[in-house]
């Protein structure tokens, strides 16, 4: 399996634009989580789905924020209007884990660096 | 809301062991404590997990005391490669919000 897969490595756009992140789980996972990771805050969780289902979104951090689970292969995270304290290094990551289990480990993707100006 | 307390840097040399150790005062009753690893420009990456006393893989060993309150990450013999930033990950329970990564502890290993 080639890992969890995020697209793209890198966006930069400018400020009230509306930006898509992508994700693509490792096959047969079935939650999938989004995080945001700036040197501030560290790493923090967005949102996670359950078979595709979105279960707790209370980390998204304002309503420009928004994330979709079309399907059990493909999320998307998108921000719109974006602002540059937006800036971050976006993770997607997946897992075997039936809900928000520590007991099963998260696979991440390589991460979307998003700059906003 | 769930606080946890890493060393933010650390430094040490190649052929030591390295224990790195995390606290987490309001873990939750039945949640596993997980340590991942992170290189720059990479996501974490699966290191070891644990729920009590202690764990042993290929890589590392994870100590953790009966209160539970605290977990010790313990790299025998790291090398350079192993130059990187080290995360736990615990769940203080209420959803999002109490799944908590530590801030990261910077291990520098120098030759």
């Known amino acids: 399996d080639a890992g969890v897969i995020q697209s793209p490595r890198h966006e930069v756009t400018e400020m009230g634009q509306e930006v898509t992140l992508r994700c693509k789980p490792i096959?047969?996972?079935?939650?999938l989580f989004w995080y945001r990771q700036t040197m501030m805050r560290g790493l923090e969780l967005l949102i996670y789905?359950?078979?595709?289902?979105?279960?707790?979104d209370s980390g998204m951090p304002e309503d420009r924020f928004s994330a979709k689970m079309p399907n059990a292969s493909f999320s998307t995270l998108k921000i719109q209007p974006s602002e540059p304290r937006d800036s971050a290094v976006y993770f997607c990551?997946?897992?075997?884990?039936?809900?928000?289990?520590?007991?099963?480990?998260?696979?991440f993707g390589p991460g979307t660096r998003l700059t906003v100006t | 809301l769930a606080k946890t307390t890493q060393p933010i840097s650390m430094d040490s040399y190649e052929g030591q062991e390295v224990n790195i150790t995390c606290s987490h005062n309001?873990?939750?009753?039945?949640?596993?404590i997980t340590w991942y690893q992170q290189f720059p420009s990479q996501g974490p990456r699966f290191i070891i997990q644990?729920?009590?006393t202690k764990v042993t893989n290929e890589v590392a060993s994870l100590f953790i005391p009966a209160d539970r309150k605290s977990s010790t990450l313990s790299l025998p013999r790291v090398s350079l490669s192993d130059t990187a930033v080290y995360y736990c990950?615990?769940?203080?329970?209420?959803?999002?919000?109490?799944?908590?990564f530590g801030k990261g502890t910077h291990l520098i290993i120098q030759p």
């Open positions: 096959s047969g996972h079935n939650s």
């Open positions: 990950l615990f769940d203080s329970g209420g959803g999002a919000d109490g799944l908590t």
């Open positions: 990551a997946s897992s075997l884990g039936p809900f928000l289990d520590t007991a099963y480990e998260q696979y």
């Open positions: 789905f359950n078979n595709n289902v979105p279960i707790d």
């Open positions: 309001n873990i939750a009753t039945n949640d596993y």
């Open positions: 644990g729920y009590k």
